[in-house]
C-alpha cells in the first residue's frame, strides 16, 4: 500500500476550516492557483454522504481529471473525519483521501492521508506496481511534495481570510 501523510497546524477553530471545506468548489482554485484548475461538486451538498466531487488539476506537469465520492463521515465533538473514494477509473488502484481535523486548545490539527492499494495482501502489491506503471515514479514524487505543499497552502488561505 502507497500511504502520503500531510499534517498542518492551522491557527483557527474547527467551524473556520470545515466552513471552508464547504466551500471547496469556490476556494481550490484560489489557494493553490499554479496547480489547482478547477473543483465542482456534481452531485448532493459539500461534504455530505454520497457527494461527487470533480477534481481538475497540474501534477507532475500534467493534467490530471479526477472524481472522489464522499464515502464517510465521521462527526465528533472536536474533531471531523472525512473520506473520499477515488471514482472510476482511478478506482482501480483504490485510491483514498482521508481529512481529519482536530480541535485544540490552540488551534486545529488537520491530518489529510491519501491512500492506495490495499495493506498486507498479494492484490495490494499489484495495485501498487499498476500505480508505477499507469501513473509513473514522477507522479508519485510530485504527489508527496503537492500533498504537502498544497495543505501548506490551505492553512496560508483560511488563517487569512
Not at 47 to 53: K, N, R, T, V
Not at 141 to 151: F, G, Q, R, S, V
Request: charged fraction near 30%; proline fraction near 2%.
Amino acid at each position: 500500500m502507497i500511504k502520503l501523510i500531510a499534517e498542518e497546524k492551522f491557527n483557527c477553530s474547527l467551524e473556520k476550516v470545515v466552513s471552508s471545506l464547504m466551500e471547496l468548489d469556490k476556494i481550490y482554485s484560489l489557494y493553490c492557483p499554479e496547480e489547482h484548475i478547477k473543483c465542482k461538486f456534481i452531485k448532493g451538498n459539500p461534504l455530505a454522504e454520497g457527494s461527487i466531487l470533480y477534481f481538475e488539476e497540474l501534477i507532475a506537469g500534467k493534467k490530471q481529471i479526477m472524481k472522489y465520492k464522499v464515502y464517510k463521515i465521521t462527526d465528533r465533538t472536536r474533531e471531523k473525519i472525512v473520506i473520499f473514494e477515488a471514482m472510476f477509473p482511478r478506482s482501480l488502484l483504490n485510491i483514498r483521501a482521508v481529512l481529519n481535523v482536530k480541535e485544540f486548545e490552540n488551534g486545529v490539527k488537520f491530518t489529510r492521508t491519501i491512500t492506495v492499494g490495499k495493506e498486507n495482501s498479494i492484490i495490494g502489491t499489484i495495485i501498487d506496481r499498476l500505480f508505477f506503471i499507469l501513473l509513473g515514479k514522477d507522479y508519485y514524487t510530485a504527489m508527496i511534495e503537492h500533498n504537502k505543499e498544497d495543505l501548506e497552502k490551505l492553512k496560508c488561505y483560511i488563517e487569512k481570510n
